[in-house]
Structure formats: structure tokens, C-alpha cells
């Protein structure tokens, strides 16, 4: 059966870091795409990044571009997400996802199939 489980979030200050896993079971990502997503309070949810891997292809939001990095292991069983020069407004629920599509450069929900349940990043002034 397949599963994400994310984990790695926290409190941090304003202008600090967070790694944030995605670790698969049932699955190994050289053959999917992995996108992460977050929702804020009163919010809806939306698009922060997502690697092809099969292609070789990335997308990153444009509030995250140059801030944050999407990596995996050697293993291809765990994807990170690197979290660099971190704002207020990144504070979220953030999940990841798994599917076989590449919709709108992996932007769109539709691309994907499996959830993670979430880890909550907190951003402090």
C-alpha cells in the first residue's frame, strides 16, 4: 500500500531554515512526480514545487523561487524540500504528493494520487 509521510516541521525565526522529508512506501520516486503544497489559515491550498524525475523537469512557485530546493535520496525513497530565508507568510500545513502526471508543470492537483498527511511550518517575526 502506498504512503507519504511527511515530517521535519517546526517553529523558526524569520530569515532561518527547515528541511522538510516526504519518506514513500509502496512506491520509489524515480518513477513519479513529487510536488509540495501548503495551506494557511483561512486559505486554500496551494502550489509550492514539483520534480518530474522520470524528466528531469522542476517548477517552483514564484513566492518560493530561489528560496526553496527540492532534492531526494540515493535510495529514491525520501524527497526533501529545503526551506531557506524563510518568511511569516510561509507559516503552513505543508504536504506532499506522488502521482504519474505533469498538469500545468505539476501545479495541478490532478497530477497526483497519493497525500501525505502534513507537517505544520511556523514562521516567527
Known amino acids: 500500500q502506498v504512503q507519504l509521510v511527511e515530517s521535519g516541521g517546526g517553529l523558526v525565526q524569520a530569515g532561518g531554515s527547515l528541511r522538510l522529508s516526504c519518506a514513500a512506501s509502496?512506491?520509489?520516486?524515480?518513477?513519479?512526480?513529487t510536488g509540495w503544497f501548503r495551506q494557511a489559515p483561512g486559505k486554500e491550498r496551494e502550489f509550492v514545487a514539483a520534480?518530474?524525475?522520470?524528466?528531469?523537469?522542476?517548477n517552483y512557485a514564484d513566492s518560493v523561487k530561489g528560496r526553496f530546493t527540492m532534492s531526494r535520496d540515493n535510495a529514491k525513497i525520501t524527497v526533501y524540500l529545503q526551506m531557506n530565508s524563510l518568511k511569516p507568510e510561509d507559516t503552513a500545513v505543508y504536504y506532499c504528493a506522488a502521482g504519474r502526471g505533469w498538469y500545468g508543470l505539476g501545479s495541478m492537483t490532478r497530477t497526483y494520487d497519493y497525500w501525505g498527511q502534513g507537517t505544520q511550518v511556523t514562521v516567527s517575526s
Open positions: 520534480v518530474n524525475w522520470s524528466g528531469g523537469n522542476t
Open positions: 509502496g512506491l520509489t520516486f524515480d518513477s513519479y512526480t
